[in-house]
C-alpha cells in the first residue's frame, strides 16, 4: 500500500540488455563507460564501431562541429588515436573508419585540430599513418589494400600540413603561401617616407660667392661686379679690374714652366740650343 507499481515496458522497447541484440549490447556498453560528452561519444562510436565501410556524410556533422571546442577536440583525438592503434588484425574495419574519420576531420575540421597535431598536443598522427601503410591481413588481402591505400592517401595530405604547421585556409589552401612577406607597419613607414620624399622640394645648385680661378690663369663663374648691368660703377674701377686680370695672367705666365714639373724641365734640357748665324766669307776680299 502507498507504492506505486512500474509501469509495464513494452517488449519492443525493452532497452535492457537481454531484450537487445548482442552487438548493439556490446555498443550500449561502451558507450555509457566513455568518457567525454555522451552524444560525442555516441557519435565517434557509432563511426568506428558499427562496421561501415560507406560512412555517409551526415554522420560527421556533430563531430566536425565539436572539433571548434577545445574539450571536444581532445576527445576526438583519444578515440581516434584508439582507432589508428588497433592491435587486432580482424578489426579491421575499425581501423578503416578511424582513417576515413581522420580524413574528414582534416577536410573539414577546425584549423587549430591540425595546429595542436603539428605542436605534439595529441598524438604523431603521422607515425600512425606511416605504420598503418604497411597494414597486415595476410587472411583477407582486400582488407589490407583498403587499408594502406587509404593511409597512404591521408599521409600525403597531413604532411604539408604538419610542415607548416597546421595553417591552412578554409578551402584547403596553405596559409604561408598567403602571408604577405611585409608587415602592415613596415608597409606604411614606406609609404610615409616616399611621400614625405616626393614633397620635399629639391635644393638649388649652389653658386659660388666669388670669382673661381683654375690653375691662376682664368676667372670662372658670374660676378654682379662684372656685369655689363652693372652701371653704378665708374669706368675707372672696371679699367683697373683689368689691369689686374693681366697682371695675374703675365705672373702665371711666368711661373707656368717652374709649375709644369720634372718631365717639363727635362725636355726643355734635352732640346737642342738654337743656331747662331752662319759666318759670311767676302770673297771679294781675298
Request: glycine share 8%; aromatic share 2%; hydrophobic share 35%.
Amino acid at each position: 500500500r502507498g507504492r506505486r507499481s512500474a509501469p509495464p515496458r513494452h517488449p519492443g522497447l525493452d532497452p535492457s540488455p537481454r531484450t537487445m541484440p548482442m552487438p548493439v549490447s556490446a555498443l550500449l556498453a561502451r558507450t555509457q563507460g566513455s568518457s567525454g560528452p555522451p552524444k560525442l561519444a555516441d557519435e565517434l562510436r557509432r563511426i568506428t564501431e558499427w562496421g561501415i565501410i560507406n560512412i555517409p556524410d551526415d554522420l560527421f556533422l556533430h563531430i566536425i562541429n565539436a572539433t571548434h571546442n577545445e574539450d571536444g577536440r581532445r576527445h576526438i583525438m583519444q578515440h581516434l588515436r584508439e582507432c589508428l592503434s588497433e592491435p587486432a588484425g580482424n578489426r579491421w574495419k575499425r581501423v578503416y573508419a578511424g582513417l576515413a574519420l581522420a580524413e574528414k576531420l582534416v577536410q573539414s575540421g577546425s584549423p587549430e585540430l591540425m595546429v595542436e597535431t603539428a605542436e605534439g598536443r595529441h598524438f604523431d598522427l603521422v607515425q600512425r599513418l606511416s605504420f598503418l601503410e604497411h597494414f597486415e591481413r595476410s587472411s583477407d588481402r582486400t582488407a589490407q589494400n583498403l587499408v594502406r591505400k587509404k593511409a597512404a592517401a591521408l599521409r600525403a595530405d597531413v604532411v604539408p600540413l604538419i610542415q607548416s604547421g597546421g595553417l591552412r585556409e578554409p578551402w584547403g589552401g596553405d596559409m604561408k603561401d598567403n602571408l604577405s612577406t611585409c608587415s602592415p607597419k613596415t608597409a606604411s613607414t614606406t609609404s610615409t617616407l616616399t611621400s614625405l620624399s616626393s614633397d620635399m622640394p629639391v635644393p638649388a645648385p649652389r653658386t659660388p660667392a666669388g670669382p673661381v680661378v683654375v690653375n691662376g690663369i682664368v676667372t670662372v663663374g658670374h660676378s654682379e661686379d662684372t656685369t655689363s648691368g652693372s652701371s653704378d660703377e665708374g669706368e675707372g674701377a672696371l679699367a683697373s679690374r683689368r689691369g689686374r686680370q693681366r697682371t695675374l695672367r703675365k705672373a702665371s705666365d711666368r711661373r707656368r714652366p717652374a709649375a709644369a714639373g720634372p718631365k717639363v724641365a727635362e725636355q726643355a734640357a734635352a732640346a737642342p740650343a738654337p743656331r747662331g748665324p752662319a759666318a759670311t766669307v767676302d770673297l771679294l776680299g781675298l
